[in-house]
């Protein structure tokens, strides 16, 4: 009940290559990123800086 073992991972690879697919997987990764990313900025404090980025993104689009 610890860490994956290398044949765990692989596994665990292969069947992400089988659920999402080559193509979607990138993006599936990007998104969790910036999830992580976005969870970690918000117990920082962060989250304000975020709000106005995401306005002035819209303001010049």
Same mark, same amino acid.
Do not use: Y
């Given at each position: 009940? +610890?860490w994956l073992s290398g044949w765990? !991972?692989?596994?665990?690879? !292969? !069947?992400?290559?089988?659920?999402? +697919?080559?193509? $979607? #997987?990138? /993006?599936?990764?990007? @998104? #969790?990123?910036? +999830?992580?990313?976005?969870? @970690? &900025?918000?117990l920082k404090g962060n989250d304000? &800086? &975020?709000? @106005? /980025? /995401?306005?002035? &993104? $819209?303001?010049?689009?």
């Amino acid at each position: 009940m +610890g860490w994956l073992s290398g044949w765990e !991972l692989v596994l665990v690879i !292969l !069947l992400a290559l089988m659920f999402f +697919g080559a193509g $979607k #997987l990138p /993006k599936v990764a990007s @998104q #969790l990123g910036s +999830g992580i990313r976005n969870f @970690q &900025d918000s117990l920082k404090g962060n989250d304000e &800086d &975020d709000d @106005q /980025k /995401k306005i002035e &993104d $819209k303001s010049t689009e």
